[in-house]
């Protein structure tokens, strides 16, 4: 069974200052459809634009990830999409009147405790999950990063980083669903060097940065003079060097906090791949860079398997909805020109049906005698019988009315069916009948190979009544 997409419950309120800009911002998280993904909405541009957060919009990476969409960005996304992905939330909209996320304390940590206090819904559509079935990888040989992912049944992220400080030293994380991604990574808070920060300041980054919101390494002997200019950039007396070799503003929640952390960006990040993943994640010094490109690398196999056409799920032990006898009773087919054995499904939509194709069918005696293949008119014929079955449901008196073809379009044929085949069918109403006037998109399967599509225009009319003598 396959378990369900999920929303907010509730709307959340939020504000905070841009890491890079210093801007304050204010930002509402709000329910969204199914299959929606994540939004971001700027509220202060004009027209409102949404963003969304999917690999192909990601532009740069230094100290965040940044998307941009139609010219309008947003940054600082990963914390955020980290606290939607490890708290199960698949469907978002993110409305902000600036063009960063908050940094708040540099973690997930209070977009994680807001989202447990809205709670969740759960919606009616199934997920979606990614099964990896390769390996796939993002190298980067010059910098020693290595991200890596191999099938697995489950996801997990094992993260090594190493920066050759003394003081940070080796370290590594290791995430799995079993582990609870709130207590354990969501308050990992960002780290920076001190010999970074002036170089960052350069580079008009990091004005909505404090001391309370990272933690900062020191990996080399600092004067007072420093620690002091370091206090009034960002307006915090009293700054020390703790003997570990970082400042005095935080305590570590945990002794690999910076691996915990870089482990909640590789999260945050792979979430721009568009659908959760059934793999395991190997990253080796990860960044932002690295993170997003190995999203990009996965979305793109997504899209592929997305665009696959996939058979109608068929259980030969299940008993069909309709048998051949209720099929007649609908249609107006009979042998030899009934050619559809089962209905599987049936809604207001979509049916699906089954014919089973086998060497007594008395078309295999002329086509051909040599090489028994089914004819491709015969095959549009069952898609548009099983789409009979749809179209002559919305009516309450199925027996008195007949359907005519008006147009047959875009058909291919995949594969050939022969004797043995099974034709699982699957026809759509593509929209409301109108006038008796329905518009159906079909697709056969044998196996999990689609073998013909089609579109169809069709009319239903009342039987013509036949005259008694």
Request: hydrophobic residues 25%; without cysteine.
């Given at each position: 069974m396959s378990d369900k997409q999920r929303t907010v419950a509730k709307i959340i309120k939020l504000k905070g200052r841009g890491l890079h800009t210093g801007a304050e911002v204010e930002i509402t998280i709000k329910p969204a459809a199914e299959n929606t993904g994540y939004h971001f909405k700027r509220t202060d541009a004009e027209g409102q634009p949404v963003i969304r957060a999917i690999a192909d919009n990601v532009t740069t990476t230094e100290r965040g990830t940044t998307l941009v969409e139609k010219g309008i960005s947003v940054s600082t996304i990963e914390h955020l999409l980290a606290a939607f992905s490890g708290m199960g939330i698949d469907n978002a909209l993110v409305e902000l009147n600036g063009p960063e996320v908050p940094i708040l304390d540099g973690s997930s940590k209070i977009f994680v405790e807001e989202l447990l206090k809205a709670g969740h819904t759960e919606q009616n559509?199934?997920?979606?999950?990614?099964?990896?079935?390769?390996?796939?990888?993002f190298r980067d040989e010059a910098n020693g990063i290595e991200l890596?992912?191999?099938p697995d049944e489950a996801f997990s992220v094992d993260v090594h980083i190493d920066y050759n400080s003394r003081v940070l030293g080796n370290q590594f994380a290791s995430f799995t669903e079993s582990q609870s991604f709130a207590k354990e990574y969501a308050p990992c808070r960002t780290f920076v060097f001190l010999r970074e920060l002036e170089t960052l300041l350069k580079h008009n980054l990091i004005k909505g940065g404090d001391v309370d919101n990272a933690i900062i390494i020191i990996d080399r002997p600092v004067t007072q003079d420093e620690l002091d200019h370091l206090a009034e950039l960002f307006n915090k007396p009293k700054i020390k060097v703790r003997p570990e070799g970082i400042l005095n503003n935080v305590d570590l929640y945990f002794s690999n906090e910076p691996a915990r952390h870089k482990l909640l960006d590789v999260i945050g990040d792979l979430a721009l791949a568009g659908a959760r993943i059934k793999g395991k994640v190997i990253a080796t010094?990860?960044?932002?860079h690295a993170n997003t490109e190995l999203a990009k690398i996965l979305r793109k196999h997504i899209k592929t398997e997305l665009n696959k056409p996939v058979a109608p799920f068929y259980d030969p032990n299940k008993p069909p909805l309709f048998d051949v006898n209720e099929i007649m009773r609908r249609l107006p087919h009979r042998h030899p020109f009934l050619l559809v054995d089962k209905i599987t499904h049936l809604d207001e939509w979509v049916v699906t049906g089954i014919k089973n194709v086998t060497m007594n069918e008395a078309f295999f005696?002329?086509?051909y005698p040599d090489e028994p293949v089914m004819p491709g008119v015969l095959q549009i014929e069952v898609l548009a019988q099983v789409g009979g079955i749809l179209l002559l449901s919305c009516v309450p008196d199925p027996e008195n009315y007949v359907l005519y073809f008006m147009r047959i379009d875009s058909v291919r044929f995949k594969r050939k069916v022969v004797p043995g085949d099974t034709l699982n069918v699957r026809m759509v109403l593509k929209e409301p009948i109108r006038r008796s006037i329905a518009l159906c998109y079909g697709q056969g399967f044998v196996g999990d190979q689609m073998v013909i599509e089609a579109e169809f225009m069709a009319q239903m009319a009342p039987k013509p009544k036949i005259k008694k003598n």
């Open positions: 559509a199934d997920r979606y999950y990614y099964r990896v079935r390769e390996k796939m990888e890596v992912v191999y010094r990860p960044g932002h005696l002329g086509h």
